[in-house]
T-cell receptor, first 112, second 113 residues
């Protein structure tokens, strides 16, 4: 079966712009989570969506937002980009968290 | 709160050496525990998991045992290969309904021929 697909793979944006990242989960997985990975902070949880509802949120400013569609595809948006937002953004989907999460290859965002 | 403490890297081993990467955790109750591996330029791949105390997760020659008494989930492999070179992350999911993982800082492993 197809894995978790994230698009685009790479993005370069300018400070102050906004960006939207996309994630298509494994078919049948209704839970989609987003993580930010940086060399300094490691892997940090952004938010989780389940059946189009945000179920859990990490400690990030309101510039970071997301949504989930009825087909479980998810998007995350970052507004007013800052240099510190440069990171690898990973999406993960699961049927049930206890059994593991499948991650996508990530979107590498560079803010200049 | 929940946290994962992982052995600092980097770790460099010769091929066929024994590998141990230490991982301890803090969590209430009985979390689920995971090891993920990340190859260069890629996302995370689930390596193995354990969902209750004394469970042993295993995959591709790697093993880890869920030790409640020592709150540990150390990763081991008897004979590493060059292809095992990657970054390894220990992670936990707590027993609440929240589907988010808490990760350790990662341990970079390099295996030299």
């Amino acid at each position: 079966k197809a894995g978790v697909t994230q698009t685009p793979r790479y993005l370069i944006k300018t400070r102050g712009q906004q960006v939207t990242l996309s994630c298509s989960p494994i078919s049948g997985h209704r839970s989609v989570s987003w993580y930010q990975q940086t060399p300094g902070q490691g892997l940090q949880f952004l938010f989780e969506y389940f059946s189009e509802t945000q179920r859990n949120k990490g400690n990030f400013p309101g510039r970071f937002s997301g949504r989930q569609f009825s087909n479980s595809r998810s998007e995350m948006n970052v507004s007013t980009l800052e240099l510190g937002d440069s990171a690898l953004y990973l999406c993960a989907s699961t049927l049930s968290g206890e059994y593991g999460y499948t991650f996508g290859s990530g979107t590498r965002l560079t803010v200049v | 709160g929940n946290s994962v403490t992982q052995m600092e890297g980097p770790v460099t081993l010769s091929e066929e050496a024994f590998l141990t990467i230490n991982c301890t955790y803090t969590a209430t109750g009985y979390p689920s525990l995971f090891w993920y591996v990340q190859y260069p330029g890629e996302g995370l791949q689930l390596l193995l998991k354990a969902t209750k105390a004394d469970d042993k997760g295993s995959n591709k020659g790697f093993e880890a045992t869920y030790r409640k008494e020592t709150t540990s989930f150390h990763l081991e492999k008897g004979s590493v290969q060059v292809s095992d070179s990657a970054v390894y992350f220990c992670a936990l999911k707590d027993q609440t309904g929240a589907n988010n993982l808490f990760f350790g800082t990662g341990t970079r492993l390099t295996v030299i021929p």
